[in-house]
C-alpha cells in the first residue's frame, strides 16, 4: 500500500511540472522528482494509460511535453490555482450568456476541493450589477460566440442579418454600426436595405460594459463597423477567407473606446473637450466627472477638463452640477451654451425653439 502511495504522489508530481507547458527532458525530470531516467519512462507509460497525451521529443536525454488530447482527463492544480479558478467561474456564473456552463463547473470544482479550499471560496458571493444604460440587451448564446471566435480565427469573411432590439432586421440608421450611441463618427450613417446580409471581414470579438461586440471590416461600407452579438444571425456558408488590415491605432481596447467616444477609433481622445470653472469645491465635482480632470482653485472653486462627443453634449454635461459656470475655452462651447440658453429660455416661456437647419414640430 505505501509503495502505491509513494507511485500514486510521484505520478502527480510529474503531472504538475509537464503542465507548465514547456519541454522537460528526462534527466531534468529525473532530477527534479529524484528518480532514475528509466523511472521517469516507466511514469509518462502510466500517465499515457490514464489518458493524459504526453509527446516524447527526440534527442541525446529525450524530452516530453504535455499535449491538448482528444478528450479532458483529470487535472491537476495547486492551491492558488484552484482558488483562482473558483473565483472566476462565481463571476462567470453572473454572466447571462455562459452563467449556467459556468455555475455547472464551478459544482463540479467545489466537489473535489479540500475543505480548506471550499471554505476559502463558500465566503465569497458575487452579484452581477448591470452598467447603467445597459438597457435590455438579449443574451447571447455561448454557440454563436464560439462561431464568432471561429471565423476571426479562421480570417474567413461573414455574412450575417443584424437585428434590432426587438429581434426583427435592423434599419438604416441602427444597421450602421454601434448602436446605441448618438453622434458617434462612423456608428450612423446610410445603411443597407432590409433584410440584406452585412458582408463583413471580422477582426476581434470583445466586451463593452456587459456587452459582446464583433470589430469587423464592412465591406460594402468600406469602413470599419462594431455590430452587437447579439444582434448578428449568421448565415452560412461562410465566405473567403482575407488577409487582416490594421486596425486603426493597432490596439482594439484604444479602437472600441475611441469609437464609442465618436472618433474614427485611432485616439481615445474626446472629439470635443473644454475647460471650464465651477463655483464647486473639487471634492464635490471629482466624484461625478468620470474620466474629467478636476483642479481645486480654492474652497469653493475649482477647474473642470471633461469631453464629450459633441459640444452641446458637454455643455449638458457641465450643466448638470448645480453651480456658476465660467467657460475657459474653446469658443465651440461658449457657442454651445449660448444655444442651450435660447433653447431653455424658450422652453420656459412656453415657445418652441427652432435651431438653423431644424424643422418646428407641428
Known amino acids: 500500500m505505501r509503495s502505491m ?4 504522489a510521484r505520478l502527480l508530481a510529474l503531472l504538475s511540472l509537464l503542465q507548465t507547458h514547456r519541454d522537460w527532458s528526462g534527466d531534468d525530470l529525473a532530477g527534479r522528482l529524484g528518480i532514475t531516467p528509466r523511472t521517469v519512462r516507466r511514469d509518462i507509460d502510466r500517465l499515457r494509460e490514464l489518458g493524459y497525451p504526453v509527446r516524447a521529443t527526440k534527442g541525446p536525454s529525450g524530452g516530453y511535453r504535455l499535449d491538448a488530447g482528444a ?3 483529470p487535472l491537476l492544480f495547486d492551491d492558488g490555482q484552484a482558488v483562482a479558478l473558483a473565483l472566476a467561474l462565481r463571476s462567470a456564473a453572473t454572466d447571462e450568456t455562459i452563467g449556467e456552463d459556468a ?9 473535489v476541493m479540500p475543505s480548506r479550499l471550499r471554505r476559502r471560496i463558500d465566503t465569497l458571493r458575487v452579484t452581477a450589477v448591470r452598467p447603467p444604460g445597459a438597457g435590455s440587451a438579449s443574451p447571447v448564446g455561448a454557440g454563436l460566440l464560439a462561431e464568432l471566435g ?6 474567413e469573411e461573414l455574412r450575417f442579418d443584424y437585428g434590432d432590439d426587438d429581434g426583427g432586421a435592423a434599419g438604416a440608421a441602427g444597421a450602421a ?16 436595405v432590409v433584410g440584406r446580409p452585412r458582408r463583413v471581414q471580422p477582426h476581434h470579438l470583445v466586451t463593452w460594459r456587459g456587452r459582446w461586440y464583433l470589430v469587423a471590416w464592412d465591406l460594402d461600407r468600406d469602413d470599419w463597423r462594431t455590430f452587437r452579438a447579439d444582434r448578428i444571425r449568421p448565415r452560412t456558408p461562410t465566405g473567403p477567407r ?12 484604444a479602437f472600441v473606446a475611441g469609437r464609442f467616444r465618436g472618433t474614427d477609433g485611432s485616439t481615445t481622445d474626446w472629439p470635443c473637450r473644454g475647460e471650464v470653472v465651477l463655483g464647486l469645491p473639487a471634492e464635490a465635482v471629482a466624484p461625478f466627472a468620470r474620466d474629467g480632470i478636476v483642479e481645486e482653485l ?6 473642470l477638463t471633461l469631453g464629450s462627443w459633441s459640444w452641446t453634449g458637454l455643455a449638458t454635461t457641465i450643466g448638470h452640477f448645480d453651480a456658476d459656470i465660467q467657460v475657459i475655452g ?6 454651445a451654451f449660448a444655444e442651450l440658453a435660447a433653447r431653455y429660455a424658450a422652453a420656459a416661456a412656453g415657445r418652441i425653439q427652432v435651431s438653423p437647419g431644424s424643422t418646428p414640430a407641428p
Not at 502511495?5 to 500514486?8: C, G, I, R, V, W
Not at 480654492?298 to 477647474?303: A, H
Open 5 to 8: 502511495q509513494k507511485t500514486s
Open 71 to 73: 478528450h479532458l482527463p
Open 103 to 111: 455555475a455547472r463547473a464551478l459544482v463540479a470544482v467545489r466537489q
Open 150 to 155: 471561429r471565423v476571426i480565427h479562421a480570417r
Open 177 to 192: 454600426g454601434v448602436s446605441g450611441v448618438s453622434g458617434a463618427s462612423g456608428t450612423a450613417g446610410a445603411g443597407g
Open 242 to 253: 482575407f488577409t487582416p488590415r490594421e486596425l486603426p491605432g493597432e490596439d482594439v481596447a
Open 298 to 303: 480654492g474652497p469653493d472653486r475649482c477647474r
Open 330 to 335: 474653446p469658443p465651440e462651447l461658449t457657442g
